[in-house]
């Protein structure tokens, strides 16, 4: 086993978490490494972003529309999208005013899929990323989450 995550961590397609059993999809852009949890499951912000300190990282933090481009490129290109893929961007306790659960920090301008952010039903708190852009969407729902780390590993 030990051998085998060596060498797939050597090819940079795919990290096993024997910790948390689970499997990730890697990629490098811009300084950064971006960790997409492969397998689909409920999300839980605060989880979900522990999880993510477990790689010195945090749930991803799009700092303008550029890095929001490039995450949509790799997803669409890959096609990883399929599911919900969560990012660390909130408004839960200051609707309407999103920021990010790790840095605090407000969400900067990025492109929203159109008519959003629409808070349906006064349930949408969590935001994700997706082809068209980003969305507000339940923090419950099924899908992946990605995980930012400020080096390349």
Known sequence: MH???VFLLFLGILIVSP???ATYWKFKMDGHTYVVRKEVQPFDINKMNDICKTFNGYLLELNNK???AGVRKYLYRTRR???TVYTGFTDLGSEGKFYHINSKKPMPKLNW???NPDNW???EHCVNIGNRGVNDLRCNATGRYICEIDYYF
């Open 81 to 83: 999208f399929g599911y």
């Open 66 to 68: 550029s890095e929001q």
């Open 113 to 115: 899929k159109w008519w």
């Open 19 to 21: 910790a948390q059993g």
């Open 121 to 123: 039903k006064n349930e």
């Open 3 to 5: 051998l085998q995550l």
